[in-house]
């Protein structure tokens, strides 16, 4: 669910005002999951703006306080969540760990960076859902080590089918600060896409 609507509105407005969404309705851009998408939004373009970056961090905090109380860690998946996710940690006062896509093939093989103990509350940072399976691998490795995952935290999400049905699947609650309809609404309202554009971007949320 999105946090708020206002505060979507304005993520919205952020994301398409520093260019985060790219639109390329005929040579579609594909994500790691294979899917060829018309859009691709590349939230970590945030990092770079002040403002927007507080404004991020302040209501990833303001959500944390009023929907995951009793937290006691801050973790980010790699990449695009460990910053915004070591952001609220220091917000917060809290430890920070971030999980890697994957266990390290040399060294210590971590796949979580960082200490993290059983039975620790933890809410995970990312900066984007598409089909939430990188996402919720992270959630994986964290119950793995006898974590509680208290819920997830993002900035944006394209509200596909398969990723909703992959978190309620995995019982993990997701907070974000804007999805794809408010996107892509407010899009049109500014003139970043055409009335053509938005049936390609429509007719793709419905067809994934």
């Given at each position: 669910m999105i946090y708020n609507h206002e505060v979507a509105l304005q993520t919205a407005e952020y994301l398409l005002k520093i260019k985060a969404v790219k639109l390329s309705p005929k040579e579609p851009f594909?994500?790691?999951s294979g899917i060829k998408s018309p859009i691709y939004c590349d939230n970590r373009i945030t990092l770079s703006y002040p403002e927007i970056r507080t404004f991020v961090r302040e209501n990833f905090v303001r959500a944390?306080?009023?929907h995951f109380?009793?937290?006691?860690?801050?973790?980010?998946?790699?990449?695009?969540g460990i910053a915004q996710g070591a952001l609220v940690a220091q917000e917060l006062g809290l430890p920070f760990a971030y999980i890697r896509s994957g266990k390290k093939?040399?060294?210590l093989s971590n796949q979580i960076e960082g200490r993290v103990e059983a039975g620790q509350r933890i809410v995970v940072v990312e900066d984007?859902?598409?089909t939430g399976g990188s996402s919720l691998r992270a959630v994986d490795a964290l119950r793995e080590a006898g974590c509680v995952v208290t819920g997830m935290l993002a900035i944006f999400?394209?509200?596909?089918?398969?990723s909703l049905a992959k978190f309620e699947e995995a019982k993990c609650d997701l907070i974000t600060?804007?999805?794809?309809d408010v996107l892509i609404d407010k899009a049109l309202e500014i003139g970043y896409v055409s009335d053509g554009d938005l049936a390609v971007l429509q007719e793709f949320k419905k067809n994934v």
């Open positions: 594909t994500w790691a944390i306080n009023e109380a009793g937290v006691e860690v801050i973790a980010g998946v790699a990449t695009g093939d040399h060294g984007l859902i598409s999400t394209y509200n596909l089918p398969i600060l804007s999805d794809y």
